[in-house]
């Protein structure tokens, strides 16, 4: 597998997760204001969206494979490292924040009595992991666009 290509799947895979953090970043000003029932009827439309995780997972995975074929060129090696972290932190994220708080709503279909706090957590978190998809979406461009041969 080259190089260019390797680089080139790690950035369209990156750029491609990125899509559902963003779509909940730019929706997070409207849905912080919405009613309890409102709420819980929008949070129906993300059924099915758990198949990013694969998206994700395939990112992370381009990225090492990127990050080991340029292993000798230091910068270039630097920024598909910090790329590779930057997604491997979304997982952390994912699993310390907006993980819990589907299980506590079993995935916004039941109404606790703290939804708000949970629905902070939720929106909180997909909010982060958009800021770091992105700077991981620039570590690998930059990585790529550098990398010779």
């Known amino acids: 597998m080259s190089t260019r290509f390797t680089g080139w799947l790690a950035i369209v895979l990156t750029a491609f997760a990125l899509v559902p953090g963003g779509a909940h970043l ?3 000003p409207n849905k ?3 009613a309890e029932e409102d709420y819980f009827i929008t949070q129906s439309v993300y059924n ?19 990050a080991i074929l340029c292993r000798r060129d230091v910068f ?19 699993f310390i924040w907006t993980y819990p708080a589907n299980q506590m ?5 039941v109404v606790p009595s703290n939804w708000t706090q949970l629905r902070f957590q ?3 978190s997909h909010a982060v992991n958009a800021a770091i998809m992105f700077l991981a979406l620039c570590c690998i461009s930059w990585a790529a666009l550098l990398r010779r041969g």
């Open 76 to 94: 270039v090696f630097s920024l598909a490292c910090a790329a590779a972290l930057c997604v491997g932190l979304t997982f952390v994220i994912f």
């Open 122 to 124: 939720w929106e909180a």
């Open 26 to 28: 730019f929706a997070l």
């Open 32 to 34: 912080m204001k919405l």
């Open 48 to 66: 099915g969206w758990a198949l990013f995780g694969i998206v994700l997972i395939a990112a992370f995975a381009a990225i090492v494979v990127f």
């Open 105 to 109: 709503t079993n995935n916004w279909t």
